[in-house]
């Protein structure tokens, strides 16, 4: 390949017109492209186009310096230089088109992956624009393609899942939202994302897994660093609002409804959060009671524990067994429930001090019966 003289005065013309880092940088491309060392030069490219003050050379340096030897380099890493000149563009369309051009440039038997990765970022931009039936058709062929792959790049999980969470939060399917929002968590460095870009992630879960009518277990968002970027902003009352959740806190939930009632989406679905709460009260009272060998409860000391009207309680456990948060049965005419088994919790510090209070008892428990047994013993073998 003979050095493009064309390439040479774009980069030469932008070692004059910028300064300091970004001169440097210029110089050290001019260098790498006249030595043809590929891969130090995609590196030195990689690093250039992730500074922040790049970004208005973007488009520029994709047109008119990576185009010219993009058959040199991994094509993953070409369609994330395309990408990040894409999102430089004053609109949408512009951006979705040009990324359907390198789609179309990368759909080749070697380059399937790149194809796909292509794709996906096309469907970002179609999905800004609310056309979500191409996305969804997009989404739908790219899975096709990622199932067929023998390997993967953990770039192209990121992105497939990434514009799935987005598509469901745009369409609020707030369960499936909240499913390919943590496998996108599980697929990149968090502490990668911007600030602003943790903290959205972070409330739009949190939503996510409150309205969701499935999910009745927040471990993994509870248990999860990206909570942390709640902290310290007016959003922190959500993190006590799911902790309020996954103990069953009916006084804590309480207390935040006036906070709740701000959000218009939770304001929206204060009905369904109020039956949430109570079911949730009522998986942490049967699981407090598993280990206490107090399996069978009235629905007295439920509703004192859920605060509903004992008329209600049958429903409520009728719910409970339906949506498999519980096993057990209801005996309607002693107005009692047996319960067999609990949905597994996420532990917080104070639900780990009850349970390490109830292994003591327990460890009692069997010690008392260590003790009568062997003097059951004793006093069979004396006779």
Not at 149 to 163: E, K, L
Request: proline letters at 2%; aromatic letters at 10%; glycine letters at 4%.
């Amino acid at each position: 390949m003979e050095v493009d003289n064309s390439v040479v005065n774009y980069l030469q013309k932008q070692q004059q017109e910028t300064q300091g880092q970004l001169a440097s940088y210029f110089s050290e491309f001019e260098d790498l492209y006249e030595r043809k060392v590929w891969h130090q030069l995609t590196d030195k490219v990689e690093k250039f186009i992730n500074l922040p003050e790049a970004a208005p050379y973007r488009i520029s340096l994709y047109n008119e310096f990576v185009k010219d030897w993009q058959k040199h380099m991994n094509k993953i890493k070409l369609v994330l230089f395309a990408l990040a000149a894409a999102r430089q563009f004053d609109s949408s369309p512009a951006a979705s088109q040009f990324m359907m051009e390198i789609a179309h440039d990368m759909n080749k038997p070697e380059s399937q992956d790149a194809y796909a990765l292509a794709l996906l970022e096309s469907a970002h931009f179609k999905l800004l624009l609310n056309d979500l039936d191409t996305t969804r058709e997009t989404l739908e062929k790219c899975q096709s393609m990622i199932e067929s792959f023998a390997h993967v790049d953990p770039v192209i999980h990121a992105s497939f899942y990434r514009v799935c969470a987005d598509y469901y939060k745009a369409k609020a399917s707030f369960g499936q939202y909240y499913k390919n929002a943590l496998l996108l968590l599980a697929c990149i460095d968090v502490q990668q994302l911007g600030a602003e870009d943790r903290v959205q992630r972070a409330y739009d879960l949190s939503i996510a897994a409150l309205l969701s009518d499935g999910i009745y277990n927040f471990g993994d968002l509870l248990s999860h660093q990206i909570l942390d970027s709640l902290r310290g902003t007016e959003h922190e009352w959500m993190v006590e609002l799911l902790l309020a959740f996954n103990s069953g806190n009916i006084g804590k939930f309480e207390s935040l409804v006036g906070k709740m009632q701000a959000q218009p989406l939770l304001a929206q679905q204060e009905a369904f959060l109020q039956q949430k709460i109570r079911l949730m009260a009522l998986i942490e009272s049967m699981f407090k009671r598993q280990g206490a060998g107090a399996r069978t409860v009235s629905f007295g000391v439920i509703s004192a524990e859920t605060k509903l009207p004992t008329g209600e309680i049958e429903h409520l456990v009728m719910k409970a067994l339906s949506l498999k948060l519980i096993r057990g049965k209801i005996d309607q005419v002693d107005q009692q429930v047996t319960v067999q088994w609990v949905q597994p919790r996420y532990l917080g510090k104070d639900q780990i001090h009850d349970l390490v209070d109830r292994l003591v008892q327990w460890e009692a428990r069997v010690k008392e019966t260590a003790q009568k047994m062997n003097q059951v013993s004793h006093e069979i073998a004396a006779k």
